[in-house]
């Protein structure tokens, strides 16, 4: 397993833009993809996006292409999402979580399934 806590989440406008980060521990960071969640108020959680282990692969929701970015440091094991243009309806807790450490190198997991641990979250409130 591997333990992650996210940073970075706050009160903005609609078209602010907010940078979340998602700081992990041990050292199996690089052999896991990344991917952040959230779940907004009365609905469940959502894969928002991921990333594959080295970065060359990633996915987002529809809601979200063109405005959110899905980084990585390995080094620092880290993984950031970059929220730009956001809305009322990005409001939600937003959840690092990591794969399993036996994931193919090159694929950015999309089920709930790959992912087998999680950080405690985030508040992010777009106001209108």
């Known amino acids: 397993q591997v333990q992650l806590v996210e940073s970075g989440g706050g009160l903005v406008q609609a078209g602010d833009s907010l940078r979340l980060s998602c700081a992990a521990s041990g050292r199996t960071f690089r052999s896991r993809a990344m991917g952040w969640f959230r779940q907004r108020p009365g609905k469940e959680r959502e894969l928002v996006s991921s990333i594959a282990r080295f970065g060359g692969t990633t996915y987002y929701d529809d809601s979200v292409k063109g405005r959110f970015t899905i980084s990585r440091d390995n080094a620092l094991n880290s993984v950031y999402l970059q929220m730009d243009n956001l809305k009322p309806e990005d409001t939600a807790v937003y959840y690092c979580?990591?794969?399993?450490?036996?994931?193919?190198?090159?694929?950015?997991?999309?089920?709930?399934?790959?992912?087998?641990?999680w950080g405690q979250g985030t508040q992010v409130t777009v106001s209108s």
């Open positions: 979580a990591a794969s399993t450490d036996t994931i193919n190198s090159y694929r950015a997991p999309i089920n709930d399934y790959d992912f087998t641990s």
